[in-house]
């Protein structure tokens, strides 16, 4: 079992900055696939971001590409979202998510689950 918590949301003005934080329980966390969705209201949950165990490879959705960047702590537990250039239609609920799968984007594929922050971008 592995238990996420997300911390970091905010608000934040067009333009600027925010760095989203999921702390993972339990001692497998370093055997996951760790993953950024978000959920805008009246829209379906999408993939924003993934990396593999090691760090070593990422994946990026194309709307937040060059601007996003996770990373993760495995000494931590921790994933990181750092998100740059921000944009009004990045307000969303964020969720980090665990997958046993390598390097995964679809929902289905994760395990685990947080129960999100909000990230406001204010025009």
């Known amino acids: 079992q592995v238990q996420l918590v997300e911390s970091g949301g905010g608000l934040v003005q067009a333009g600027g900055s925010l760095t989203l934080s999921c702390a993972a329980s339990g001692r497998t966390f370093s055997r996951y696939t760790m993953g950024w969705f978000r959920q805008a209201p009246g829209k379906e949950r999408e993939f924003v971001a993934a990396?593999?165990?090691?760090?070593?490879?990422?994946n990026y959705a194309n709307s937040v590409k060059g601007r996003f960047t996770i990373s993760r702590d495995n000494a931590k537990n921790t994933v990181y979202l750092q998100m740059n250039s921000l944009k009004p239609e990045d307000t969303a609920v964020y969720y980090c998510a665990a997958s046993r799968l390598v390097l995964v984007s679809t929902e289905r594929s994760y395990d685990y689950w947080g129960q999100g922050t909000q990230v406001t971008v204010s025009s």
């Open positions: 990396i593999s165990w090691s760090g070593g490879s990422t």
